[in-house]
């Protein structure tokens, strides 16, 4: 990374983001104005580091891939916010997350071959309507509550059916970028199948279509942790009784149990095989109640996240088993991530 001034400003903005988190649910009218202005100067510096880049020709490949990096974790921080105060969706900040993944994982892509994508115009007009709506919420809110100004236009204003309403905008105009970056990098994907998932799957085609996830442990950038978004999405978008959740599990396990063992991986666990990971994420989410609060499936996700990549001792030693040993450790890192959310929703919310 070069610390240059436009590069900076734009780290700004993830560091912002957490702040912006905390005070705009902490409901004290003090913090919702700080968050306001927090936000303000976060989304002035989005002009200010492209504006300062450009005209003193210090653009570098690290800040045009930094500058819409920094925008989404930014915008998609406050739709978070918002969703966890039922302000809008989830449903549609899902889709606006996911857009931005995959978005950020194609351009990871592309610059690892030698085709680095250049931002549409489009999605420079996407992240300003998602920041003109989150500043027209975060206003409304703070004149509404702290302030206390009865007023039935303001109300009206924002009420949840006008803001969905408002928000449908934004997730149309999101898929339509998302759209867009596929047909204009056609050539691109047509490399990506090419060279990197389809002479992997020249041999044991069912199995690795089957531990892969459908293709997800194929993708070139942290695939375990993509199939575990996925699996939480599907969880809290289909939720279906605790008895079928463990018969889902439980055949996903067997399955790749036999899959691993027909491919004689043993206790080799190769970074395309996703199985486990969905498996794991599965089992921290057993231990929680339906319609769980935000905070504990993000607290579900990131335990397991967490104790997967590190792996401490008893992980660890589990990890070693033959032919169990792949998805013995995701099995207990979800059960120890599930148990500590458990305690911590007892505690913390």
């Not at 898929?175 to 867009?180: C, D, G, S, V, W």
Request: net charge neutral; glycine share 4%; charged share 10%.
């Amino acid at each position: 990374m070069v610390l240059n001034l436009p590069n900076l400003l734009s780290t700004l903005r993830i560091f912002l983001s957490p702040i912006f988190i905390w005070l705009i649910l902490s409901d004290s009218p003090v913090n919702i104005g700080i968050a306001i202005i927090l936000f303000f100067i976060a989304a002035i510096t989005d002009f200010f580091d492209g504006w300062i880049a450009r005209r003193y020709k210090d653009v570098t490949e690290w800040g045009a891939f930094f500058d819409p990096l920094a925008d989404k974790v930014l915008t998609n921080s406050a739709l978070i916010a918002f969703a966890m105060k039922e302000w809008i969706p989830l449903w549609m900040v899902f889709i606006i997350i996911a857009r931005d993944i995959a978005v950020t994982l194609l351009r990871l892509y592309g610059e690892s071959v030698g085709h680095p994508i250049q931002t549409r115009r489009s999605a420079k007009w996407k992240t300003l309507l998602q920041m003109l709506f989150i500043l027209y919420t975060l206003i409304l809110y703070f004149l509404l509550y702290p302030m206390g100004l009865q007023s039935p236009v303001l109300r009206q204003l924002f009420h949840p059916t006008t803001l969905t309403l408002l928000f449908a905008v934004v997730t149309l105009l999101t898929l339509y970028t998302a759209a867009e970056y596929v047909v204009t990098n056609r050539s691109l994907f047509r490399h990506l199948w090419q060279h990197q998932i389809l002479p992997s799957l020249r041999n044991h085609i069912i199995e690795k279509i089957w531990l892969s996830c459908f293709g997800i442990g194929y993708i070139p950038v942290l695939p375990g942790t993509i199939a575990s978004v996925v699996t939480l999405g599907l969880w809290f978008f289909f939720p279906v009784p605790l008895w079928q959740q463990v018969v889902v599990a439980g055949t996903l396990l067997l399955l790749s149990v036999i899959a691993v063992a027909t491919m004689d991986l043993h206790t080799e666990d190769p970074s395309w095989v996703v199985a486990d990971e969905v498996i794991g994420m599965l089992t921290a989410l057993l231990f929680l109640p339906p319609h769980p609060p935000l905070l504990s499936l993000l607290s579900s996700f990131l335990l397991f996240r967490i104790l997967d990549i590190w792996k401490p001792l008893p992980i660890k030693a589990v990890e070693k088993l033959p032919l169990l040993g792949i998805f013995a450790d995701d099995l207990l890192a979800g059960m120890l991530a599930g148990v500590t959310t458990v305690i911590l929703e007892q505690f913390l919310w």
